[in-house]
Antibody, heavy 121, light 107 residues
Framework: QVRLVESGGGVVQPGRSLRLSCAAS????????IHWVRQPPGKGLEWVAV????????YYADSVKGRFTISRDNSKNMVYLQMNSLRPEDTAVYYC??????????????WGQGTLVTISS | DIQMTQSPSSLSASLGDRVTISCRAS??????LNWYQQKPGRAPKLLIF???TLQTGVPSRFSGSGSGTEFTLTITSLQPDDFATYYC?????????FGGGTKVDIK
């Protein structure tokens, strides 16, 4: 079965960096776009970024553009989210999710369990 | 950016009730509209994609309709497992956006 596992979350100070990882199994990874979606404590879902199936296209939410970078390694079935210049408002559970369209138009049909990122001094 | 507005933000309902949740897009998104269910402490679960296509394994009491800017999620007979928060999402263009969510709880 399809499984996504996020890792790399933790507590970091404002202005610092963190890299999240998403490990995928049980699917033809190179067919899928991968999204990152976050959820601040007690709040709703916020889309963060997406990378196309082959890694050639990336799109970002305005709130993270220029600070976050999404990348993938199809040889390892991995997606990464490099987060720089972190702010308290980046505090959230971060989920990775698949997109069978391979680009951005599909739904997010499989999700990981999420990893908590806390930005605090 | 396309804004997604859900209503109501919360509702109370009884078992067996018919429940309707609305989602409005700030511009036409054709049928690029998805619905998710989320329970506390859990990842979202895809219910419906392309406005009206039921995801595999989702009970048939869930249905979706609409196109353009107006969309609806309907639960025909509310079951105990359905008490959760529901989100719409547009996947028409980037940045993808979610509605604010509708919490369904027990009356």
């Amino acid at each position: 079965q399809v499984r996504l596992v996020e890792s790399g979350g933790g507590v970091v100070q404002p202005g610092r960096s963190l890299r999240l990882s998403c490990a995928a199994s049980g699917l033809i990874f190179s067919d899928y776009a991968i999204h990152w979606v976050r959820q601040p404590p007690g709040k709703g879902l916020e889309w963060v970024a997406v990378i196309s199936f082959d890694g050639t296209n990336q799109y970002y939410a305005d709130s993270v553009k220029g600070r976050f970078t999404i990348s993938r390694d199809n040889s390892k079935n991995m997606v990464y989210l490099q987060m720089n210049s972190l702010r308290p408002e980046d505090t959230a559970v971060y989920y990775c999710a698949t997109d069978p369209s391979g680009y951005i138009h599909g739904p997010n049909d499989y999700w990981g369990q999420g990893t908590l990122v806390t930005i605090s001094s | 950016d396309i804004q997604m507005t859900q209503s109501p933000s919360s509702l109370s309902a009884s078992l067996g009730d018919r429940v309707t949740i609305s989602c409005r897009a700030s511009q036409s998104i054709s049928s690029w509209l998805n619905w998710y269910q989320q329970k506390p402490g859990r990842a979202p679960k895809l219910l419906i994609f392309s406005a009206s296509t039921l995801q595999t394994g989702v009970p048939s009491r869930f249905s979706g309709s609409g196109s353009g800017t107006e969309f609806t999620l309907t639960i025909t007979s509310l079951q105990p497992d359905d008490f959760a928060t529901y989100y719409c999402q547009q996947s028409y263009n980037s940045p993808l956006t979610f509605g604010g969510g509708t919490k369904v709880d027990i009356k």
